[in-house]
């Protein structure tokens, strides 16, 4: 029986590249509204579908 692993790609990039921040959580907080208006706008000026379903299966040391 093969092992199953199956993670978002939220889960992914969150894990990938998560670190410690000195920053106080103002700080982040509007770092984060800032990045999600900025995000929005290019999604806009381009045309860009808003979210778009990826997946993939494959295999690696045993694990599915």
Do not use: C, W
């Not at 939220?10 to 670190?19: A, G, K, L, Q």
């Not at 959580?25 to 579908?49: C, P, W, Y």
């Amino acid at each position: 029986m093969k092992k199953v692993i199956q993670a978002s790609v939220r889960d992914i990039t969150d894990f990938v590249y998560s670190e410690g921040d000195i920053l106080p959580f103002m700080v982040q907080k509007n770092n984060l509204r800032d990045g999600t208006l900025i995000h929005q706008e290019v999604q806009r000026s381009i045309s860009a579908e808003n979210e778009v379903f990826v997946k993939y299966d494959g295999e690696f040391n045993g694990y599915d």
